[in-house]
């Protein structure tokens, strides 16, 4: 069994910054893609940011600049780095990752959600 935890979410004021962790633990042989949804009340699940297992990265354009993830592969967890914070950031956030596990099939998995709040 695989498991997503998050952590670091919170209110925090505009300009600011916050950091998201998100550790997979479990029967892990390894992880690919690792990265971060959002979803706002009454809006779909975006895309935030991504990582490959190459070192590739991706960012939603309007977290361009201001947002950064990184990952560390011994220990399956994915960072998003979050500075210049803006109401528009608010949300909770998702993290998820492509693993392969010691037994089975490869597949995605989701964390829970940390909301973040950035009041206006």
């Known amino acids: 069994q695989v498991q997503l935890v998050e952590s670091g979410g919170g209110l925090v004021q505009p300009g600011r910054s916050l950091r998201l962790s998100c550790a997979a633990s479990g029967s892990i042989f390894s992880t690919n893609a690792m990265g971060w949804y959002r979803q706002a009340p009454g809006k779909q699940r975006e895309l935030v940011a991504a990582d490959t297992s190459g070192g590739s990265t991706t960012y939603a354009d309007s977290v361009k600049g201001r947002f950064t993830i990184s990952r560390d592969n011994a220990k399956n967890t994915v960072y998003l780095q979050m500075n210049s914070l803006k109401p528009e950031d608010t949300a909770v956030y998702y993290c998820?990752?492509?693993?392969?596990?010691?037994?089975?099939?490869?597949?995605?998995?989701w964390g829970q959600g940390t909301q973040v709040t950035v009041p206006s």
């Open positions: 998820f990752a492509n693993v392969v596990p010691r037994s089975g099939a490869p597949g995605g998995y």
